[in-house]
Every structure is written in structure tokens, then in C-alpha cells.
């Protein structure tokens, strides 16, 4: 997934992309305690219907819903989470255009968060919204975060 302001200059931004970039989904604001993601439907996104997949709506959710609870303000830090508990409310349709997600950090402590998100079509009618509950990982309960590289390095440990 990558940021809207996201710049060339070689320095790690946060997330590595993978499925979140398969699915084009792009961080356009992220504060503390909330989250915008964006993204503009494609064919690839829709169901035999004709309109998004359910799978496409909650994977949107949940990203939107971790990331209100993970912003970082130290340039080259970054916190990650896994999600405990995902609920997804699917409203309505959409077949084209721009969706918009905003998760919103409700509550929680130091490891465990909840969050409440909505999911909007670009004439604002709402499509679907969730609710998740998050566990932070070590060294992701401060405010700090840890940085990038060691993040990578125990990922690259889980991996080998």
C-alpha cells in the first residue's frame, strides 16, 4: 500500500505493498487516531455481479481499521498489528469509481485497540462498514514505533 505523498527519495516510507497493492490501495490521509484509504474500482474488483466483492469491501476495512490505531510520527519508525476480530456490514452496491474507507480509533490500551470504519462511494452513499478489534506487536505499543529495517528483518526471520 502506498501513501498519497509518498516521494522518490529513497527513504522507506512504512508498509510494504503486496496484496494491498494488488488491490490499488492508497493511504490519502493518516493521523493519529484515523485513517483514509482510497481506491479506484477495476473490474478485477467486482464479483460475477457486477458489483465489488465482499472480499475487496473487507480487506479495505481492515486495513483502514489497523491503520488508526498504528500512525507514526518518526520519519523511518513504523508499528504493525494483527487483526483479532473483523465485523463487516455490506450496505450496497458499487460497480465503478473511487470508494473511500475512514477508520477511526474508538478505544483500547497499550497492545489491544478497536476501531469503527465506513466505507463511501464517490456521491457519498455509504457501501459498508466494520468494526475490528487489534493487537499491536512488540515494540509497537509506543507512540514511536520501531524502525523499518529491524520490522523487515523479523519478518525476513519468519520467512527463512
Not at 497493492?21 to 474488483?45: F, N, P, Y
Not at 508499528?79 to 477508520?103: D, E, H, I, N
Amino acid at each position: 500500500m502506498r501513501r498519497i505523498d509518498d516521494d522518490q527519495s529513497g527513504v522507506p516510507i512504512d508498509e510494504p505493498g503486496g496484496f494491498n497493492d494488488l488491490l490499488g490501495l492508497c493511504v490519502v490521509e493518516w493521523s493519529a487516531d484515523r485513517a483514509v484509504i482510497e481506491m479506484t474500482l477495476e473490474e478485477k474488483h467486482l464479483n460475477r455481479s457486477g458489483n465489488v466483492h465482499g472480499g475487496v469491501l473487507s480487506a479495505l476495512l481492515d486495513n483502514a481499521l489497523s491503520l488508526s490505531g498504528l500512525f507514526c510520527p518518526v520519519p523511518g519508525n513504523a508499528r504493525r498489528a494483527v487483526t483479532l476480530s473483523l465485523s463487516t456490514t455490506f450496505v450496497g452496491p458499487a460497480k465503478q469509481g473511487v470508494l473511500r474507507c475512514v477508520g477511526v480509533l474508538r478505544g483500547g490500551g497499550r497492545k489491544i485497540y478497536m476501531a469503527s470504519a465506513e466505507v463511501v462511494d464517490e456521491q457519498g452513499r455509504l457501501i459498508a462498514m466494520g468494526e475490528g478489534s487489534f493487537k499491536r506487536l512488540s515494540g509497537s505499543e509506543s507512540p514511536d514505533g520501531v524502525p523499518i529495517s529491524l520490522l523487515k528483518e523479523r519478518l525476513k526471520g519468519h520467512r527463512e
